[in-house]
């Protein structure tokens, strides 16, 4: 039998095991590689993962380590702020910063959107204009930014921000 030191291992069959659930009647299998198969799996990626990692960009967060939706959540977050809560941003106007934010929500609907996070999405979209009534506030001169909100949102959809769901 060929071993991993000769450099010709050959993964053998994953073991398989009958998983059986009480609302389907029939089994459904699932399988489970064994030691060897593992251990090689483990020093492929060790060897790989450094060399992709290199290549990617800072702001890309899909199946990487230490990277989470949260950390991708959490950056978005922090691009829209750092463009709107600097005192610089206040004398431009709601379309420069509409036609600033169009292309990258929509790169980040492109890369982000699944349907399982429209809800997460539905929350980016609130900051966003939350964040928008706040410049606009600031812009103003107004004390109270929540009465704004309303009027911030009519003014994006006359603009035509785009949204991520």
């Known amino acids: 039998m060929p071993t991993m030191l000769e450099g010709k291992q050959i993964p053998s069959t994953a073991r398989t095991t009958a998983l059986y659930s009480e609302e389907r009647w029939q089994a459904e299998t699932a399988g489970y590689p064994n030691r060897p198969s593992r251990v090689i799996q483990m020093a492929a990626k060790l060897v790989m993962e450094p060399i992709f990692e290199a290549d990617f960009q800072e702001f890309s967060f899909g199946f990487r380590p230490k990277r989470s939706a949260k950390g991708a959540m959490d950056r978005i977050r922090e691009v829209v702020k ?84």
């Not at 610089?88 to 890369?111: C, D, F, M, T």
């Not at 399982?116 to 930014?145: C, F, G, N, P, T």
Request: glycine share 4%; aromatic share 14%; net charge positive.
């Open 82 to 165: 750092e463009r709107l809560v600097p005192s610089s941003q206040r004398h431009k106007s709601l379309a420069e910063h509409v036609g600033w934010l169009n292309p990258k929500i929509q790169g980040w609907r492109n890369y982000y959107h699944t349907f399982y996070s429209q809800r997460k999405m539905a929350k980016l979209d609130w900051y966003i204009v939350l964040r928008l009534a706040k410049w606009y506030a600031k812009k103003r001169q107004r004390s109270r930014w929540q009465s704004a909100v309303q009027e911030v949102r009519y003014m994006t959809r006359q603009c035509g921000l785009k949204t991520l769901l």
